[in-house]
């Protein structure tokens, strides 16, 4: 009896039952296989947990009902898997059931309308070792097939892997760098010419920093999605780590320029919608720089490290239209790095001091002061703070440095609660940076001083901006509130020169509001800067604030803000920055 050539299992059953059909003329025809734990066909393996599972059968149902659901069927195949060898029986209706073991691989099931023959029967035997053994082939073949797909599988994704970034599914850097280094060749072969572009996503650190990487890493995700709606024959897209991007432009023309514009365009439209995680929604902008290859390198490195630098200038300037890189970048650069070692090299050797500048009441009493960061540059003299904070923002170091003055400051009202105090002072004040700002543990790393230092926490207040607050503004009230619960002060500095919104402010629980110099300076001259002054002075009085005056320097100008309604002041007028030694002579 012809089992067939068949490897699929399935296959190759199914032509056997056939030739049993019609050769012995069956009513039905069941085989039933032995499966392992996982449901695959096996060898009986008992200690290994195999079991024996409906399988096929001819016709495929009984007026439409499978075959696996008929409970004579059922039952008989059990009792055939416990006995292990060949039995019969007679149904009510009439017919036959025969079953017969699969040596080490199934059973079979025959319904007839007639008992068959002893001698059939014993013929059968061989003929089902034959089946064993082809049911071993079939299995062992499929395992194979299965094996080899799974592994193709693996390899796949194992090369998608190698090439792709884990978390956005675009080019990871390894690939656009060997991408550029194609695009660079074919460039100079065929005299075309090609751009990277690098990206960096605005303020996404504080936002990551702050609400955690499972929202930072959605907001990169849908970012990666809407980029990847940018990819072309001649355009890949790739992470290259972090919050930033790279973009290889292949193929230009000789509109080159305008092309990338229109890109930038692109993506800076992409940002336009905000990026909406849980019930939060994120407004992000990037900056971008670009290289030209071959025109400006023909190496990987290079062309990455100058869209690098130029995306950093972009940055700086805070422009979306994205910067070229030119040469002079990489030379202020290295200016910059050099200036940043000498300021960690001033703040190891000592050379930042912090200077005081007294702020007096109406009577002229010192109410408290400033404390002004002063740094005395080894070869150059005195820097101006005006050019190496923002630097030192850039670099991290002004964490550094924040940290320094912060300590410092605790320090030095530690001495100044040993002297004999005027009633009349209250507190010295320190300017706190975005970065500061921003760090999650912030509110501690400034209780933690005033304890160490062992100082009322009252003597010390922080200074920030008006446009650091805005930024950070649901944070801000969080943290000033919190610090003012453990009696620390916020005085908002530089008010009127940024957003200027009575629904911001009034939220902020800040003690201080500082009129900036700029409407100071001549405000006996200009309507426009004592109108300004004057409703800034009704704003605070309104939201219970203090008022002061900063960069009073004339009488006149200190007259024209008591008529007012401005009682406390700091400028040249009462006195500059001073050493603290000097401060403390003041004081006294």
């Given at each position: ?372 960061l002063r740094w005395q540059h080894p070869v150059h003299g005195k820097e101006s703070p005006a050019v190496y904070i923002p630097i030192a923002e ?195």
């Amino acid at each position: 009896m012809a089992i067939g050539n068949k490897l699929d299992l399935k296959a190759m059953l199914k032509i056997f039952l056939k030739v049993c059909f019609n050769r012995l003329d069956l009513t039905s025809a069941h085989i039933y296989v032995y499966c392992d734990q996982s449901g695959m066909p096996s060898k009986l393996l008992p200690l290994k947990g195999t079991s024996y599972q409906y399988f096929l059968s001819i016709p495929k149902n009984k007026r439409g009902q499978s075959w696996s659901k008929s409970s004579i069927l059922t039952n008989f195949a059990r009792q055939l898997n416990s006995s292990q060898k060949t039995l019969s029986f007679q149904c009510e209706n009439g017919q036959y059931l025969f079953g017969f073991i699969i040596p080490d691989y199934g059973l079979l099931t025959f319904e007839t309308h007639y008992a068959i023959a002893d001698e059939v029967q014993k013929a059968l035997q061989p003929i089902l070792q034959k089946l064993a053994t082809s049911c071993y082939t079939s299995i062992v073949h499929d395992s194979l097939v299965k094996e080899v797909l799974s592994r193709q599988l693996i390899e796949e994704k194992v090369a998608f892997q190698a090439q792709h970034d884990g978390l956005t599914h675009l080019f990871n850097r390894q690939h656009i760098n060997h991408l550029l280094g194609n695009a660079i060749e074919d460039a100079r072969i065929n005299n075309k010419i090609g751009s990277v572009l690098f990206i960096d996503l605005n303020r996404f650190k504080p936002i990551n920093d702050a609400m955690g990487h499972t929202v930072g890493d959605k907001i990169l995700l849908t970012l990666a999605h809407r980029l990847h709606s940018l990819s072309s024959e001649h355009i890949d897209i790739g992470r290259f780590g972090g919050d930033q991007f790279t973009i290889l432009l292949k193929n230009l023309k000789d509109d080159y320029q305008e092309t990338i514009n229109l890109l930038i365009a692109q993506i800076n439209q992409l940002l336009t919608a905000p990026f909406v995680i849980d019930t939060n929604s994120y407004k992000l902008t990037c900056s971008i720089g670009y290289s030209l290859f071959p025109l400006q390198s023909s190496t990987v490195n290079n062309l990455i490290k100058f869209a690098d630098i130029a995306m950093y200038e972009a940055k700086r300037a805070k422009t979306q239209q994205g910067k070229q890189y030119q040469r002079v970048m990489s030379e202020k650069i290295k200016r910059r790095l050099a200036y940043v070692d000498d300021m960690k090299q001033g703040l190891e050797q000592g050379d930042f001091k912090l200077y005081y500048q007294a702020q007096y009441n109406h009577h002229g009493d010192i109410i408290g002061a400033e404390a002004l960061l002063r740094w005395q540059h080894p070869v150059h003299g005195k820097e101006s703070p005006a050019v190496y904070i923002p630097i030192a923002e850039e670099s991290d170091l002004i964490l550094a440095i924040g940290q320094w003055v912060l300590e410092q400051a605790c320090r030095d009202i530690k001495k100044l609660e040993q002297l004999s105090l005027p009633e009349s002072f209250n507190k010295i004040a320190i300017n706190i940076s975005a970065k500061q700002l921003i760090q999650h543990d912030f509110q501690e790393i400034v209780l933690n001083a005033v304890k160490q230092n062992d100082i009322p926490a009252k003597r010390l207040a922080l200074e920030l901006t008006e446009n650091l607050l805005v930024e950070n503004i649901e944070d801000s009230i969080k943290l000033i509130a919190s610090l003012k619960e453990n009696a620390i002060d916020c005085a908002i500095d530089d008010f009127g020169t940024g957003y200027s919104s009575l629904t911001y402010l009034k939220r902020i629980p800040a003690s201080v509001l500082k009129i900036d110099r700029s409407f100071v300076t001549n405000i006996a001259q200009s309507s426009e800067s004592a109108a300004i002054a004057s409703m800034i002075i009704s704003l605070g009085k309104t939201l219970n604030m203090d008022i002061l005056a900063e960069g009073v320097e004339t009488q006149e100008e200190l007259n024209c803000l008591k008529e007012l309604g401005c009682f406390h002041y700091q400028g040249f007028y009462f006195s500059g920055p001073l050493p603290f030694d000097e401060f403390a002579k003041l004081l006294n």
